[in-house]
Nanobody
Framework: QVQLVESGGGLVQAGGSLQLSCTASGGSFSSSAVAWFRQAPGKEREFVAVTSGITDNTAYGDSVHGRFAISRDNAKNTVSLRMSNLTPADTAVYFC?????????????????WGQGTQVTVSS
């Protein structure tokens, strides 16, 4: 059973940067699609970024495109999310998710494994 653990969340001022990490245990996700989602209070879970397990393809949500970058280190079983130029609108709990299939997908319903989430708070 794959377990995902997120880390790197915290409090940052607007305009600042943070890097989140998602580390897998109990199995490898080197061939899995891995995505980040976020959920703010009272809002639905939102797609943030995804990296394919088959190709080098990545994709980003419209609200983060150009500011966030997803990357993976298969040797360390880790996927990272570098977040720059943060705004208060980025405040949310960020979740890492992995699916057995390698094809990237933005639909949270197709992901098999989820982390517990890490809080990101951006102050104005």
């Amino acid at each position: 059973q794959v377990q995902l653990v997120e880390s790197g969340g915290g409090l940052v001022q607007a305009g600042g940067s943070l890097q989140l990490s998602c580390t897998a245990s109990g199995g490898s996700f080197s061939s899995s699609a891995v995505a980040w989602f976020r959920q703010a209070p009272g809002k639905e879970r939102e797609f943030v970024a995804v990296t394919s397990g088959i190709t080098d393809n990545t994709a980003y949500g419209d609200s983060v495109h150009g500011r966030f970058a997803i990357s993976r280190d298969n040797a360390k079983n880790t996927v990272s999310l570098r977040m720059s130029n943060l705004t208060p609108a980025d405040t949310a709990v960020y979740f890492c998710a992995a699916r057995t299939a390698g094809v990237a997908n933005i639909d949270p319903k197709v992901y098999d494994y989820w982390g517990q989430g890490t809080q990101v708070t951006v102050s104005s």
